[in-house]
């Protein structure tokens, strides 16, 4: 899946005391996403280093974290970029958002999607789960595994 991260330790602790309870059943995961565009209006995108393509700095809230902290948390691991949450753009979730692992563990994400900004005087940087970062315009944009509509990412 392109667009969701690796869980990190304390949230695959989580999801592995889940699936030694229900094994590979269907969770419904609380996820969230970042909204980044550059100056120009170009969406900030992440290729995954395990070659799922490109999607949007994501991933699942850990247990006791707010959707605004696991946001922030997630572009500071995946972009190395200090954000701050201006709005919800928007709450996705259903059948387009299910995954079936190669492990054959179903997830079903409900996403809550940030408008972000980014706080002046950064570098990106990349982490073990993203081979890379780029803007791209909303015209130049590679698919995503997850159906986010062009509207609520570039409106």
């Known amino acids: 899946m392109a667009s969701l991260p690796q869980e990190s330790n304390r949230m695959a602790s989580y999801i592995m005391e889940l699936r030694g309870l229900i094994g590979n059943r269907l969770l419904l995961l609380p996820s969230?996403?970042?909204?980044?565009?550059?100056?120009?209006?170009?969406?900030?995108?992440?290729?995954?280093?395990?070659?799922?393509?490109?999607?949007?700095?994501?991933?699942?809230?850990?247990?006791?974290?707010?959707?605004?902290?696991?946001?922030?948390?997630?572009?500071?691991e995946e972009a190395g970029y200090t954000v701050s949450s201006t709005s919800i753009l928007g709450v996705f979730g259903g059948n387009e958002f299910r995954y079936t692992y190669p492990n054959g563990h179903h997830v079903e994400y409900v996403v809550t999607l940030f408008k972000c900004q980014v706080h002046t005087g950064q570098v990106p940087w990349t982490d073990s789960e993203t081979r890379s970062l780029r803007y791209f315009a909303m015209n130049d944009m590679p698919p995503l595994a997850l159906p986010y509509p062009l509207s609520t990412l570039f409106g």
């Open 32 to 76: 969230v996403a970042a909204v980044i565009h550059d100056h120009a209006g170009n969406l900030l995108l992440q290729e995954k280093a395990s070659g799922e393509g490109w999607g949007l700095p994501a991933g699942g809230i850990e247990p006791g974290e707010t959707p605004q902290e696991a946001v922030m948390r997630e572009v500071m």
